[in-house]
């Protein structure tokens, strides 16, 4: 193999345009193709810019034309000679107007042949894609996700830098405070028996930074889940991380809401109109049924039990006088498209969520046929369909359940699932709103307890107060989470920092005076020393970059990402470890099963 040694690289492949016709130019790169026409080769050359074609001719060197036809898909090599003006033109590539003719070819890297094609929109396995990562990162569209990423963090950086923020580093290696989902935990050579745990989110040491004068502390912040995986979450995450002072919820909006008009300014090209929508809790699960409704089409949720009521239906009948509701949705034009059969299975949908069933209609040209319809007279059918404003061709679905929450939930799956099924989901929009006023408790039926919806320093609003002890259900949360396309994007709170109010909260949640103090004794210590008022919020990187580029999944704008399982098959992790590093930690490997899921 050669070296660079007396050559250097003066310019990228995709780079070169025909303004530069004329120069010598040096170009390093990995060989995409080459195409061996004996008295001519030409090679595509790619580096992270694109691709350029490097021609080699009957003036060529013979050497050089003999170390040419050596060229092997994915060999690393640098080519030094003039830039000169295409022949035949290639208008599906920026660089196809030009080709670089080579009178110096050096071949850095030799490379077997790789386990798949190194190709934009791949159709090999993701395992066996992610098993050989470093490949598949070589693919132009994976390339560009990641570029873009690399984009949307500097944006992000310069954003806040503008606006007054501190870029400030919290620890990665901190104290365990067993809140929502598992912490990862780091067990302490120094301190046997004692662990570590990998951050959930930098949020005490975010809210120690406000205390600490900072006023205005942001962080591009790697934090760490050990819960279940899905397309939009995995094990470890990026989090744009940010806390004012002296505000109120308006404040960290509206610094939200700048940013997102400069993400996707600067980005996709896009004006976002600001303010952007809101809607409270109660508002988006009554209309979606969901907290992170996708508002790019309709199917919002109709009210139907006081008409349900009165009707002799018993599935309606039981639900209302339960304390229940009846809703429904109505899919326009959508009678003929949802058959029997359709319908069954959208039935099977909803019972597989926890509801007990589904009743529909189709309004057919020729009449109505519906799962419920002898059960109700000709006006009760009639007040029904205007309700729904339902018309000839729709079709409708309603659920009935003496559980007000499940019945909305149910609903808003539903809407989801037609709406996937019937291709209803524009393309290429951006549905941008905040969802304010979240409950301050939820209601665990299992414990029939209500517990904290959010962490413990959320404030809740101070109408709600005096309901803090007599009446959990109504109170709500200064809290606020940003929903893009019926993902949710951030989520953040105004935060307590009255002592008194703090110790209220602890004592609801159920925890007492020595657990609060053993758990967060160093925040509330510190609290005692003057804290400014202050809210904050963090926004998924991971997920933001995801939405912006239309991908299906995290893993494809995540360099180096976790499957199902929480494992990186590249790697193998996570593995055994021997056990003199067991031995130093003061820890003993338990036997177990090695799992053997390799599921996306």
């Keep these: 193999m050669d070296t660079m040694q007396g050559i250097k690289r003066t310019d990228y492949c995709g780079t070169l345009r025909a303004s530069d016709i004329g120069r010598e130019v040096t170009v390093c790169g990995w060989v995409q193709k080459q195409r061996d026409l004996g008295a001519l080769i030409f090679v595509d050359l790619r580096d992270r810019t694109g691709i350029l074609q490097l021609a080699f001719t009957e003036s060529t060197d013979p050497a050089v034309m003999e170390k040419a036809g050596t060229l092997r898909s994915e060999y690393v090599v640098a080519a030094k000679g003039v830039l000169r003006e295409r022949a035949a033109k290639n208008s599906e590539i920026p660089t196809g107007d030009v080709e670089l003719e ?60 503008e606006n007054g923020f501190i870029e ?108 952007l929508p809101r809607l409270t809790y109660r508002e988006a699960m009554e209309r979606y049924g969901s907290d992170k409704p996708d508002t790019r089409y309709g199917l919002e949720l109709v009210d139907l039990t006081d008409i349900a009521r009165e009707t002799e239906f018993a599935v309606f009948r039981a639900a209302v006088e339960a304390g229940g509701t009846v809703r429904g949705i109505n899919v326009k034009g959508a009678a003929s498209k949802l058959s029997r059969k359709e319908m069954d299975k959208l039935t099977e949908f909803v019972r597989g969520i926890g509801a007990k069933g589904l009743a529909w209609a ?77 409950p301050f408790f939820e209601y665990d039926a299992e414990t029939g307890e209500y517990v904290a919806m959010h962490h413990p320093f959320t404030a809740p609003m101070d109408e709600c107060l005096a309901y803090l002890e007599t009446d959990k259900a109504r109170v709500r949360a200064k809290a606020y989470d940003l929903v893009l396309n019926g993902i949710e994007l951030s989520s953040g709170s105004i935060r307590i920092t009255d002592p008194q109010l703090q110790s209220r909260i602890f004592s609801l949640l159920g925890l007492s005076d020595e657990e609060a103090k053993e758990k967060f004794g160093f925040l509330l210590d510190a609290f005692r020393f003057g804290a400014p008022p202050h809210g904050g919020m963090g926004i998924g990187l991971d997920r933001l970059c995801m939405q912006l580029l239309g991908c299906a999944s995290l893993r494809d704008v995540v360099a180096f990402p976790k499957v199902q399982n929480a494992s990186e098959p590249m790697t193998e992790c996570p593995s055994p ?23 996306l």
């Design 102 to 161: 080579v009178s110096e070819i050096r071949i850095l890297g030799l490379s077997d042949t790789p386990p798949f094609e190194i190709v934009e929109n791949s159709q090999t396995a993701e395992l066996t894609r992610l098993k050989y990562r470093y490949l598949d990162l070589r693919r132009p569209d994976l390339q560009k996700n990641i570029l873009m990423r690399h984009r949307l963090t500097k944006i992000t950086r310069d954003y806040f830098d």
């Design 168 to 275: 400030i580093e919290t620890p990665m290696l901190i104290r365990s405070t067993p809140e929502g989902a598992r912490d990862f935990l780091v067990p302490s050579r120094l301190h046997k028996g004692s662990f570590y745990a990998l951050p959930q989110s930098p949020q005490l040491y975010k809210q120690l930074s406000m205390v600490a004068g900072f006023d205005r502390y942001m962080q591009i912040a790697r934090c760490f889940r050990d819960e279940d995986l899905r397309a939009d979450r995995q094990p470890e995450f990026t989090q744009i991380d940010l806390e004012m002072s002296f505000v109120d919820m308006e404040d960290v909006l509206e610094i939200g809401e700048g940013y997102m008009r400069r993400v996707f300014r600067e980005m996709l090209g896009i004006e976002l109109t600001t303010p």
């Design 362 to 438: 189709r309004l057919n040209a020729d009449g109505t046929a519906a799962s419920f319809s002898k059960f109700l007279t000709t006006e009760q059918m009639q007040a029904l369909c205007n309700r729904m404003d339902a018309e000839t061709g729709d079709a409708l679905l309603i659920v009935a359940d003496a559980n007000e929450a499940l019945a909305l939930s149910v609903l808003g799956a539903l809407r989801q699932e037609v709406a996937a099924k019937l291709d209803l989901v524009p393309k290429d929009r951006f549905d941008l709103l905040w969802i304010t006023e979240f």
């Design 577 to 599: 470890v021997d056990e003199m590093q067991l031995a130093e930690l003061g820890l003993a490997a338990k036997e177990t099963e090695k799992g053997e899921s390799t599921d």
